[in-house]
C-alpha cells in the first residue's frame, strides 16, 4: 500500500533532552524523505531531507537516520527546546514513479517539552 | 517576504456556497501543490502544476473542485457548491522542481457551516 506512518501520535520531554521521532513507510521504491514541523494553525515547516542513497543527515541540532532495511526513518533533535514543541510529520516523496512529486504524509507525532 | 502566501488565511462560509482560495508561490518556483488537511491528519495531495499546466489530480479533488494557474505564477483553488465535509486546512506549497523541496504557505481554513 501506500503509507507513511508513526510510531508514537505523542511524546512528551524533559528541556534539554535528546528526542527521538521514528517514522515507517511501506513502499521500498521511496527514494526521498523529508521531515516537516507544524505548530498549531500554522502550515509545515520544512526540518531536514534525505534522499534513499544516505543513511544519515545532519542540520542544526536535527538528525535524520534512514534504514532502508526495515524502512524506517528516525529524527533526533538534540537538547529539545520548548520552541520545538509541535506536531513533526515524515513526509514521503516518489518522484521516481512519476507521480508528480507528491508528498505522502504520515499521521504526526505530537512533541510537547517540559520546562 | 518571499515565502508561499495564501490569502484569505480563514474563510467561513455556509453550506451551498462558492469560495475560491489564492496562492502565490515563491517565485520562480515551477511547481505548484496543494494539500488539504483536516484536524489530526497530515496532509493530503489535492493537484500540483508544472507552470501553468496542471499535471495531477487527486480522486479527492471531485468534480466541485477546480484548479487554475493561468499565468504560470499564483494559483487559485475553488470549491462550488460547499458541503461541511469540505471543513479543513487547505495547503498550498511549492518547489523549483519534481524531487526539490516543497515549501508550504500558512494555508487556508475553510469552515463550512
Known amino acids: 500500500g501506500e503509507s507513511v506512518g508513526l510510531h508514537l501520535p505523542t511524546l512528551s520531554v524533559q528541556e534539554g533532552d535528546n528526542s527521538i521521532i521514528n517514522c515507517a513507510y511501506s513502499?521500498?521504491?521511496?527514494?526521498?524523505f523529508i521531515w516537516y514541523k507544524q505548530e498549531s494553525g500554522k502550515g509545515p515547516q520544512f526540518i531536514i531531507d534525505?534522499?534513499?542513497?544516505?543513511d544519515k543527515r545532519q542540520g542544526q541540532r536535527v538528525t535524520v537516520l534512514l534504514n532502508k532495511t526495515v524502512k524506517h526513518l528516525s529524527l533526533q533533535i538534540a537538547a529539545t527546546q520548548p520552541g520545538d514543541s509541535a506536531v513533526y510529520f515524515c513526509?514521503?516523496?516518489?518522484?521516481?514513479?512519476?507521480?508528480?512529486?507528491?508528498?505522502?504524509f504520515g499521521q504526526g507525532t505530537e512533541l510537547s517539552v517540559k520546562p | 517576504d518571499t515565502g508561499v502566501s495564501q490569502d484569505p488565511r480563514h474563510k467561513i462560509t455556509k453550506r451551498g456556497q462558492n469560495v475560491t482560495f489564492r496562492c502565490d508561490p515563491i517565485s520562480e518556483h515551477n511547481r505548484l501543490y496543494w494539500y488539504r488537511q483536516t484536524l489530526g491528519q497530515g496532509p493530503e495531495f489535492l493537484t500540483y502544476?508544472?507552470?501553468?499546466?496542471?499535471?495531477?489530480k487527486s480522486r479527492l479533488l471531485s468534480d466541485r473542485f477546480s484548479a487554475e494557474r493561468p499565468k504560470g505564477s499564483f494559483s487559485t483553488l475553488e470549491i462550488q457548491r460547499t458541503e461541511q465535509g469540505d471543513s479543513a486546512m487547505y495547503l498550498c506549497?511549492?518547489?523549483?522542481?519534481?524531487?526539490?523541496?516543497?515549501?508550504f504557505g500558512p494555508g487556508t481554513r475553510l469552515t463550512v457551516l
Open positions: 513502499n521500498s521504491a521511496s527514494d526521498y
Open positions: 513526509a514521503e516523496n516518489r518522484p521516481a514513479e512519476n507521480q508528480g512529486g507528491k508528498l505522502i
Open positions: 534525505i534522499r534513499s542513497n544516505m
Open positions: 506549497a511549492s518547489s523549483f522542481g519534481l524531487a526539490d523541496t516543497q515549501y
Open positions: 502544476f508544472q507552470n501553468e499546466a496542471q499535471l495531477e
